[in-house]
């Protein structure tokens, strides 16, 4: 009996139902070449049902995302919505919840892509971020006091563990030992500042670098200011990089900009014994709603990322070389509405070539 697969299709709000579609189209395409099978069950999650309802993710949605095999997620967002609510209701509740404790996002300039950076192409931009994506600044501790007073206080706290601190170092050895390129992991923190919590990442990166698996993996060391400077300098000095939660956040959009920006870059929430979910790295876009004309590049990539995880390798490569023909032959843009295509279109290109 083929494999079959059961999906949790968050289209979202904005323009996530117009890639979250075209994603589809192209998963559904190399299924049938390779003998599996995708089962969507759709959630109506986001701004117009919080709107409609006042229900964000009602927990008995939030069981039934514990029992797929993945979840796919088009964009949380909606500008009638007060910053926040959606984005830690929706989509951080479900990182934290179902401890998708990493947040992987490679950064690879594909063929015919523009780069904001000068000289650079496709030979200087293909790495890996691994963001920490259960702790330090997201887990929401501190709080506010005085408020509202002239003397008010606020804090919040990075708080990391070192069991939280050693699950993600491990994934990122692992992950650079089995990219099998130069074989180097770069940690990025601020240790010359926070000398608490940069520390100890500093030192569990070192305990676990020694281990006799480990030792062939070049351990490297940026401080995150100093990574921001290099990204755009020499890019092509990366392998995989791994950083706390909000470091990753920052530095993952200044990535996604060096390969072409929002229309291509996508990521991938993992548990590693769990279940992860998938989106492209753009928001909900308000205003090329219905259009039309949004790129679905990156909710396309980040099909293939799923399908990546689950353990279909040769349709993710496929749906990988399918996008980089479209790229380079094709697209004249992967900005909205100067692809010289229409969104559907774009995903109708990629799913004739996988
Ligand atoms: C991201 C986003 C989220 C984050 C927001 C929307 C909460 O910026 O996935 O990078 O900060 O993690
Ligand atoms: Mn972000």
């Given at each position: 009996?083929?494999?079959?697969y059961?999906?949790a ?9 117009e890639?979250i ?6 998963l ?5 070449k390779?003998?599996?099978t995708i ?6 999650l ?12 009602p927990?008995?949605?939030?069981a ?17 919505v ?6 830690k209701g929706?989509?951080l509740?479900?990182r ?7 947040n992987?996002r490679p ?5 015919g892509v ?9 030979e ?19 709080g506010l ?26 994934y990122?050895?692992d ?7 130069k ?6 923190h ?7 919590c940069?520390?100890?990442w ?5 305990a ?9 993996i ?24 791994v950083?706390e ?14 390969q ?5 870059a996508a990521?991938?929430n ?29 909710a396309?990539s ?8 689950l ?9 990988e ?8 032959t094709k697209i004249?843009?992967?900005a909205?509405g100067?692809?010289?295509y ?7 290109l990629v799913?004739?070539?996988?």
């Open positions: 009996m083929s494999k079959r059961r999906i299709v968050i289209p979202g709000d904005g323009t996530g139902p890639v579609r075209e994603g589809l189209k192209v559904q395409a190399v299924s049938r390779n003998g599996f089962e969507t069950v759709f959630y109506d986001g701004g117009e049902r919080y709107l409609r309802t006042g229900e964000v993710l927990d008995s949605v939030l039934e995302l514990k029992t797929v095999d993945a979840i796919y997620l088009g964009a949380i967002g909606h500008p009638d007060k910053p926040g609510i959606l984005e929706i989509l509740r479900i934290f919840e179902l401890d998708q404790y990493i992987l950064v690879k300039l594909y063929p523009e780069t904001p950076l000068k000289d650079k192409g496709p200087h931009v293909d790495f890996v971020v691994i963001r920490e994506n259960s702790g330090g600044i997201y887990t929401g501790m501190g006091t005085m408020a509202g007073t002239s003397n008010e206080v606020a804090t919040q706290i990075m708080l990391y563990t070192r069991p939280v601190v050693e699950r993600c170092l491990r990122a050895f992950y650079t030992k089995r990219r099998n390129r074989k180097m992991l770069t940690l990025v601020k240790t010359n500042v926070l000398t608490y940069g520390d100890l500093w030192r569990v990166f070192n676990i670098g020694e281990e006799p698996a480990y030792r062939e070049r351990r490297d060391y940026n401080h995150v200011d100093a990574c921001t400077m290099w990204f755009v300098k020499q890019p092509e000095w990366y392998d995989v990089v950083t939660n909000l470091f990753g956040d920052i530095i993952t959009d200044l990535a996604a900009i060096i072409g920006g929002l229309g291509i990521g991938g993992i548990n590693p014994t769990g279940v992860s979910m998938f989106e492209p790295m753009g928001g909900s876009a308000p205003k090329y709603t219905g259009q039309n004309v949004i790129n679905p590049l990156a396309i980040a099909g293939g990322m799923m399908l990546e995880v353990g279909e390798t040769a349709a993710a490569s496929a749906i070389q399918a996008i980089q023909q479209v790229t380079g004249k843009s992967m909205a100067k692809m010289g229409s969104t559907s279109q774009v995903g109708d799913a004739e070539r996988v």
